[in-house]
């Protein structure tokens, strides 16, 4: 058998830990021939490959980024929902031409979407979560999300003493475009005084009432942490820590400063629970083709490796509740959620 595997969407550290599992699970368990696909689906339609062994598969394990290069699949999408039946034959006939008898793509929500789009056209593809935002469907977790928490929650511990040495408030702006599982769960583990998400919304009463209520209990100064997605009144495209920062020093009159942590919560060295989970979901998925269990997804369930239709998978998102045990945590604490 032969299989292709392609990386597409934002990257995440713990990728090469996964195109190693899949790689050197397909070829020294299963015997299998694996080509690596360049820079996400465009190199599907170029035939952009490279072959991939287990002597290419090695030192890869502790690497950021994907080796393969990535890309989102916005034009690709396009082909696959075109009117024109020859941009869906042209994307079969790349499959056909390159000997393939699987596609492994690994990817967040868009790209799982996709891959559920190809096993519709009739291919067999099998699909691997991949996230720092650990919101995609099916999966208790994505890999990428335990490396972006452990990265965020130093940089709420690095804030922590500048804030209580200037009486400030510090807010910090995390990634999570539509979910807050990195804010939730790397302010918890911060020791953030308030903690913002997309999913629950906000009063900014309840925030500036919050910080008030902490200079009145001697705690002068105060950490929030607000997700990336959050949707600022008034719909400007400012960024929320830009905005948060502002509205909280006009309205308590303590000095305010923000950070915008960034890509660097997507960069470097993926976790060790980082590299063996994408060393299982990439071992699960070479058992899925061995098996012929096409269109499914390679997943965690209950804490055990398991699998999920990607039909099941395609358009959903694994969002943060108010019922987030968590998030009931933190509110039982007096941490404050903003609403
Ligand atoms: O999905 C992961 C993520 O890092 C989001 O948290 C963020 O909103 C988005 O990707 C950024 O995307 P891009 O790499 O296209 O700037």
């Not at 990428?144 to 709420?156: K, L, P, R």
Request: glycine content about 14%; some cysteine.
């Amino acid at each position: 058998m032969k299989i292709g595997i392609l990386t597409s969407g934002g990257d995440c550290p713990g990728i090469n830990a996964t195109i190693r599992g899949v790689g050197k699970t397909a070829i020294n368990n299963y015997g299998m021939e694996v080509i690596g696909i360049r820079n996400g689906f465009s190199g599907l339609l170029h035939k952009d490959v490279i072959e991939l062994t287990d002597a290419s598969l090695s030192g890869i394990l502790n690497l950021g980024g994907t080796i393969l290069g990535t890309a989102r699949e916005k034009l690709f999408r396009k082909m696959i929902n075109s009117p024109d039946e020859a941009d869906r034959e042209t994307i079969k006939q790349c499959y056909n031409e390159l000997g393939l008898d699987c596609l492994v793509c690994i990817g967040g929500n868009g790209t799982q979407r996709t891959t559920w789009m190809l096993s519709e056209l009739g291919l067999n593809v099998v699909g691997i979560p991949k996230t720092i935002d650990n919101d995609v469907w099916g999966t208790d977790v994505t890999f990428g999300f335990d490396t972006a928490v452990n990265i965020a929650t130093e940089a709420i511990d690095r804030l922590h003493s500048t804030a209580s040495s200037h009486r400030r408030v510090m807010v910090i702006e995390l990634m999570g475009h539509h979910a807050g599982w990195i804010a939730l769960n790397a302010g918890m583990a911060g020791g953030a005084d308030i903690i913002l998400l997309p999913e629950l919304g906000y009063n900014m009463k309840v925030i500036i009432d919050k910080i008030k209520s902490r200079v009145e209990q001697g705690k002068a100064y105060s950490i929030v942490v607000v997700a990336e997605g959050i949707d600022i009144h008034g719909g400007n495209n400012e960024r929320p820590a830009i905005y948060f920062a502002r509205e909280i020093e006009a309205q308590t009159g303590i000095e305010t400063r923000e950070t915008v942590l960034g890509y660097i919560q997507r960069g470097g060295s993926p976790s060790p629970a980082d590299r063996n989970l994408g060393t299982l979901l990439g071992g699960h998925a070479a058992d899925l083709i061995h098996r012929g269990q096409y269109g499914k997804m390679s997943a965690i369930i209950d804490n055990k490796i398991s699998e999920v239709p990607l039909s099941e998978v395609a358009g959903k998102l694994r969002l943060v509740t108010h019922d987030t045990p968590l998030v009931e945590q933190g509110k039982r604490m007096g941490i404050s959620f903003g609403i």
